[in-house]
């Protein structure tokens, strides 16, 4: 399969694709003998966890050790459970700094007037931090 293909296969753009290979999310892809990219089913596959990994909000380093422990049949479970575990405390920490911006934001809106006088509450507390 071309780069083109396998990026209407998996979602992921040709763009993308070349990153994840350069960064070592895939591994290199074969060449054709005029030089263009050849992917394997097995690279769909790949590519296709790394979107998956992606959408859940994992990082390019710990897509890096889910695709090494995908990869290991011999890991074991807990392994996989910790940095799931681990990833999910930081989601909570990030939902719950979205949060306090939301309600920060909310407060500031409720008190500026939107009108058409100059004085904003959005901006004020903006410039106080």
Do not use: P
Not at 8 to 25: A, C, D, N, P, V
Not at 49 to 68: A, T
Not at 84 to 108: D, F, G, Y
């Amino acid at each position: 399969m071309n780069i083109g293909q396998v990026s209407k296969k998996t979602g992921i753009s040709t763009k993308m694709i070349r990153y994840y290979e350069q960064i070592g999310l895939l591994g290199i892809a074969k060449r054709s003998d005029s030089g263009y990219r050849i992917y394997s089913e097995q690279d769909v596959k790949t590519l296709s966890f790394i979107r998956n990994s992606r959408d859940l909000g994992f990082s390019s380093e710990q897509m890096k050790e889910l695709l090494s422990l995908w990869k290991n049949t011999g890991r074991h479970s807990a392994e996989v459970k910790q940095l799931a575990l681990k990833h999910i405390e930081n989601l909570n920490h990030k939902i719950t700094q979205l949060q306090e911006m939301v309600n920060l934001l909310q407060t500031s809106a409720d008190h500026c007037s939107g009108d058409d006088q100059a004085d904003c509450a959005i901006l004020n507390n903006l410039e106080q931090g």
